[in-house]
């Protein structure tokens, strides 16, 4: 295994400085909603503020791209300077430019086979009032509808005592997502909505599979909230739009299907709940 450097906050500010400076260079228009749903922070302590134990949060994020993470970060970053991890899978930790940075922003590696370690880490920086981001849908959706979530935010949050809280992201997926490469005509000045929803408390004792399942309703709640306001009106059958508004994103069901090819080939993990 290649040596991976500890975690480094310098390193950390220096990648979000560097999604600052391109988001300043594309000219992307971010226009968030629901605010005020994000917790409170500390007073400043040093070059970012620092959170107290129980102070933690698990950030549920829609995935229709794959600059969704790093849009919640740099909002998070410009409010409060609060620092983000977030569960990343063994492939991209294994990546011989990726891994060092994963290592050095201090995330959580989710292992191939066994993800108990994993958890524990996760609840434990939970506990110690850190933010952890996860994707609980775990991949790309193409049908870009909210498409059938993992418990494992549910149960983290739950055993940690801290909150969820909801974030739908709409338009990133035009700049970057899977089978759509990246187009300077396409991103310059483009809009990119972002709706936090009101904190979800699960007891310990939580029934974590209707919770999950309330979970995918707010996340897509949120994704329709986007889309009623977005300010880039969509051609007939634009590939961004999702399939019962006139794009030609697959359907739900066509995406099943894809998702179910991914797996027979080994492009995607089988998918797991526990």
């Known amino acids: 295994m290649p040596w991976l ?156 005592g801290v909150p969820v809280i909801p974030v739908s992201v709409w338009g990133a997926h035009r700049v970057l997502t899977r089978g759509h490469g990246f187009s300077l005509r396409r991103s310059w000045r483009a809009p990119i909505r972002v709706h936090v929803a009101e904190p979800i408390v699960f007891p310990p004792d939580v029934d974590v599979e209707a919770a999950t399942g309330m979970l995918r309703s707010t996340l897509q709640a949120g994704i329709d909230r986007c889309m009623a306001d977005f300010p880039r009106r969509p051609e007939s059958g634009a590939w961004w739009m999702p399939a019962h508004l006139g794009g030609s994103a697959p359907t739900d069901a066509e995406r099943q299907l894809l998702d179910a090819a991914d797996i027979a080939a080994g492009r995607r993990r089988t998918p797991r709940t526990k």
């Open 5 to 160: 450097p500890p975690p480094n906050d310098r390193f950390y500010r220096l990648i979000v400085w560097t999604g600052q400076f391109l988001r300043w260079a594309l000219r992307l228009d971010v226009l968030p909603t629901g605010l005020d749903h994000l917790p409170a922070m500390g007073p400043l302590s040093g070059p970012f503020r620092q959170v107290s134990p129980g102070s933690g949060a698990v950030f549920a994020v829609t995935h229709f791209g794959y600059l969704d993470f790093a849009v919640l970060e740099l909002l998070l970053w410009r409010r409060d300077r609060a620092q983000l991890r977030f569960l990343v899978h063994q492939g991209a930790a294994d990546h011989w430019l990726a891994g060092p940075a994963i290592s050095a922003s201090g995330h959580v590696v989710v292992g191939y086979t066994d993800r108990s370690d994993a958890y524990g880490a996760a609840v434990a920086k939970l506990r110690d009032g850190e933010y952890l981001a996860v994707f609980p849908e775990a991949g790309v959706s193409r049908s870009f509808t909210v498409r059938e979530c993992r418990t494992g935010a549910v149960r983290m949050a739950a055993e940690a």
